[in-house]
Nanobody, 122 residues
Framework: QVRLVESGGGSVQAGGSLRLSCAVS????????MGWFRQAPGLEREGVID???????AYANSVKGRFTASRDNAKNTLYLQMNSLKAEDTATYYC????????????????WGQGTQVTVSS
């Protein structure tokens, strides 16, 4: 059974950093595709980073140069390092297992985590 558990969210001031974790069970994250997504209040869920075989492949333009994904194979855990945070990064962040389409689309997701809230104050 696939299970994705995010942690590490919180409140931070603009310009600060946070690292989110996604503990994966039920499959090995280095096989297949995953992604980080987020959803701000009143907005649609959007893709942040597309990950293939545990390696980030594509970033949303809004986070390029500020966010990066990494992994710990031994822990089967995915990370999202977020630097230079802005108020517009405020959202619930989700990790997800997805079909390998090369797109950052929520429509390709097969399994979602429960999400973790990130709040950035300006």
């Amino acid at each position: 059974q696939v299970r994705l558990v995010e942690s590490g969210g919180g409140s931070v001031q603009a310009g600060g950093s946070l690292r989110l974790s996604c503990a994966v069970s039920g499959f090995t994250l280095t096989f297949g595709c995953m992604g980080w997504f987020r959803q701000a209040p009143g907005l649609e869920r959007e893709g942040v980073i597309d990950i293939v075989s545990g390696t980030p492949q594509a970033y949303a333009n809004s986070v390029k140069g500020r966010f990066t994904a990494s992994r710990d194979n031994a822990k089967n855990t995915l990370y999202l390092q977020m630097n230079s945070l802005k108020a517009e990064d405020t959202a619930t962040y989700y990790c997800a297992r997805k079909r390998c389409t090369g797109k950052l689309s929520p429509a390709d997701v097969t399994d979602w985590g429960q999400g973790t809230q990130v709040t950035v104050s300006s």
